[in-house]
Structures are given as structure tokens and as C-alpha cells.
């Protein structure tokens, strides 16, 4: 059974910085995407940055230079490094993976498996 469990939400400043955790159980998907989406109230889930089946990080263009993916096979974690944070990237962030076939990486649909998602909010 695939586990995905996200770490590491917090309340922060404008300008500060967070990283969070996706620690991934039951899955050995060599092929598989990893992902972070995230969702604000009122709004659709939009992706953040992917990592794909080739090991390549790709991030949306609203985080590109503030964000970085990265994944420790080791210990099958995934991790966002959050810099520079603004209000507007308050939402609850979710990490999924999915089951090799993915094409459109940053649309939610092409996902199988998702976490609880962890609350990150950002104050002015």
C-alpha cells in the first residue's frame, strides 16, 4: 500500500523560508513522477514543480527561482525548499506520484497517488 505522508507546513513571514517533506512508503517506481501540487481556498490545485521520470526538476513558472525539488532515493523522500516566500503561495501543499505513465506533469489528474497535504501560510 502506497503511503504518502507531507512534513514540514508552518506560518512564516514574507521573505522567509520553509522546506517541506514527502516521506514515500510501499512504492518502488523507478519510472514514477514525484510532485509537489498546491491548493489556496477557492481555488483549483495547481502543480509547483515536478520531478521527472529522467530525474530532471521542472517548476511552475509563479515559484521558478524561488523553489527547489529534490528527491533522496535513498530514503524515498521528496523535498521542497521554499525561499522567499510570498502571501500568494499560501495553500495546503500535497506531494503525489504517479504510476509511470504520466504525460502532462503539472496536471493533477495524472496522478495516482496523494498525501494528506501539509498548510503553509504566509503573512504580510
Known amino acids: 500500500q502506497v503511503q504518502l505522508v507531507e512534513s514540514g507546513g508552518g506560518s512564516v513571514q514574507a521573505g522567509g523560508s520553509l522546506r517541506l517533506s514527502c516521506a514515500a512508503s510501499?512504492?518502488?517506481?523507478?519510472?514514477?513522477?514525484m510532485a509537489w501540487f498546491r491548493q489556496a481556498p477557492g481555488k483549483e490545485r495547481e502543480g509547483v514543480a515536478v520531478i521527472d521520470r529522467h530525474g530532471s526538476a521542472r517548476y511552475a513558472r509563479s515559484v521558478t527561482g524561488r523553489f527547489t525539488i529534490s528527491k533522496d532515493n535513498a530514503n524515498n523522500t521528496l523535498y521542497l525548499i521554499m525561499n522567499s516566500l510570498k502571501p500568494d503561495d499560501t495553500a495546503r501543499y500535497f506531494c503525489a506520484a504517479d504510476d509511470g505513465t504520466a504525460i502532462m506533469l503539472f496536471n493533477p489528474a495524472e496522478y495516482l497517488y496523494w498525501g494528506q497535504g501539509t498548510q503553509v501560510t504566509v503573512s504580510s
Open positions: 510501499g512504492y518502488t517506481n523507478t519510472r514514477a513522477c
